[in-house]
């Protein structure tokens, strides 16, 4: 499988101009060598070129990994002195012939560490920005992806739903997300979990990127839980708005406006629309309702190996959804110092359309 | 205590010949604001130069977190469409006039991404490598951090005791670790654990970085677990080596050599002793055994808020150790495509020696 990505690369790289493209571990090294290599202080970087075999960069203690790469790879290892990197990286340009040609960089992905080395070894070449050709590679999902998929966003389900009964009055954000954490391992996910779930009530729901707290859950809180599950490198990204007691009228109704919002975004979602359209679908709804300028994100991003990759659900993409693509609809209305409502679902298109991956109640539940 | 960091800063750089430093999310940023910001595909970036406010740039989505800081930051902030990042960098570099400066980064945390940005607003500026005057700020940890990390690491003896009657033939390192990722948090971890757990038997044993696998624990395996907590920011970071049933007589005297070699690194820790010479006691036990090919990387690395940092505990590293340093010591015996032994402990120099943090049992335990 990973020899045809491969072979899919070097098409994509032929296509996009470039000689090279140079990777650090992150998911697009992950899917082209099926590999898991930390990011770490040592610098580990493929080298891959066209009709050349690939040349791998890593410490000496990562050799054993070089003989489960799927196909060959010339590998130049360096011992603990960082004064022996340089040379590693200057033989791994040179056994290409990189220097003065268009190696393309992953600007999301690769650090300063890796490019000043990899820099140092082809002084003389330039260094586009091969996002979109490598976007290229992972935008469109085959069958088995998506059944992956839909597995992590099964095992994200089966985990909240263990959460619900337990959420009670005077518990912490933190000790809520600890506990969605432990369900999502029981109920399977991979021990490396895609994000840190978001559980943030009252004030702090009003923030779309709160970091768990030692706030106690009260009566009136809004009670948002964002996250998601890792499964066979794939994974899910969700979100649900719970109310903590009795509810404010005004949360009732930013609630259903986000509902609404939620489902308008998912019925806009076909081949051939533009991502703009998905966006201004949900934003619609917000907008009308005049809550607009409460809604301060864009309403979903890609989704795959990554939790933010393309395609992006903004209103300035024109890019159009073809099949396969996966990405979130995530509309919210932030009432900042209040409380804050989103509901995130994860879509695949199909053929015809396009499947949610995610399918629990987005109605309002009472918790606590 | 951050603004006290935030000058602690402005003295390392003046020191440093340093104009600025950027920061963009990791444990820099969080030790100098408290706070956490996510890494993602949204550049977030901290200029600070001395005798000015330091200056915030991040999006719009983020801006509840400015007033979150421990001191008055000026923030510039952008939408949701990539092509106003560009001026929001600009003016970023103009608010403390950087251009043609010389600006100090991290290149192990920044990425292309945030360096191409802060580049392009001040294109005239030096960037020279400060992870030393950076380094320099996290090195000596203070009584409230070496309690944290006394916290973190019995987080995780805790959790490991209640794993290791859980081990049994038949089980899958896979299923091992996600049982050892509930064990830490239901001991207190953080949930986001610093790093997944590798648990590692038989021949995976002998690879030091290996992911867990669907092998199943055989007899006669070797089991490998290196592990660690957060709590408050700060890690933990330990490894204990398991005979799952009967052990090979050779497997017998390599664990009692990595012990004894484990034990030596520790006896020649103290203050104004070299980094080296605390590898070069653990070292010369495994080479006068015999076994010194088969101890393939330095004998630990500097924790703290991060796992890999300051001070590294290396043949070639003449910095001496100082009260507050803290560090592993991790010698390891690995015999590749049979088994490996690894025992890392958590140490900090006292003014008169070293403190283990961690006193685990370190003798061979039978599992299964």
């Known amino acids: 499988m990973t020899l045809t990505r491969l072979n899919k690369l070097t098409a994509s790289l032929r296509t996009g101009g470039l000689d090279a493209v140079i990777l650090n571990p992150g998911p697009t090294l992950k899917y082209l060598s099926g590999l898991n290599f930390h990011l770490m202080e040592r610098p580990v970087v493929l080298f891959v070129a066209p009709d050349q075999e690939p040349v791998l ?13 799927p196909y060959k790879v010339q590998a130049f290892a360096y011992g603990e002195n960082p004064s022996e990197w340089e040379n590693a990286f200057r033989k791994a340009a040179q056994a290409l012939r990189l220097d003065g040609k268009r190696i393309g960089v992953e600007p999301r992905q690769l650090r300063l560490l890796e490019f000043r080395h990899v820099k140092a070894g082809a002084p003389e070449a330039d260094f586009p920005d091969a996002t979109d050709v490598l976007a290229g590679l992972r935008l469109r999902k085959d069958k088995t992806e998506v059944d992956t998929m839909r597995k992590a966003v099964r095992i994200a389900q089966s985990a909240l739903e263990a959460l619900i009964p337990q959420i009670k009055i005077g518990m ?48 009136g809180d809004l009670l948002v839980v964002d996250w998601g599950a890792a499964y066979d490198g794939y994974i899910s990204d969700l979100t649900r708005t719970f109310a903590v007691g009795e509810m404010e009228d005004e949360y009732k109704k930013i609630h259903k406006i986000v509902q609404e919002a939620n489902a308008a975004g998912r019925a806009a979602a076909k081949p051939g629309v533009p991502c ?20 301060t994100h864009r309403t979903g991003h890609g989704i795959g190996m990554e939790g933010h990759e393309g395609p992006y659900i903004r209103g300035d993409n024109l890019q159009l959804l073809e099949p396969g693509m996966a990405f979130t609809v995530e509309p919210g209305i932030y009432l900042i110092g209040r409380n804050g409502v989103r509901i995130e679902d994860n879509l695949v298109i199909t053929e015809s359309g396009a499947e949610s991956l995610s399918d629990m109640p987005r109605e309002i539940q009472v918790v606590g």
């Open 57 to 69: 960069v890593l410490p000496e203690l990562e050799l054993p990994k070089v003989n489960l790469f």
């Open 172 to 219: 912490t954000e933190k000790e809520l997300s600890s506990e969605l954490v432990m369900q999502l391992l029981k109920h399977g996910s991979e021990s490396e979990i895609p994000f840190a779930p978001i559980v943030s009530a009252g004030p702090n729901s009003a923030n779309p990127h709160a970091s768990p707290t030692d706030r106690k859950l009260q009566a």
């Open 276 to 295: 703009a359209d998905v966006d201004r679908a949900a934003r619609d709804v917000i907008e009308k309702a005049g809550y607009g300028i409460y809604f």
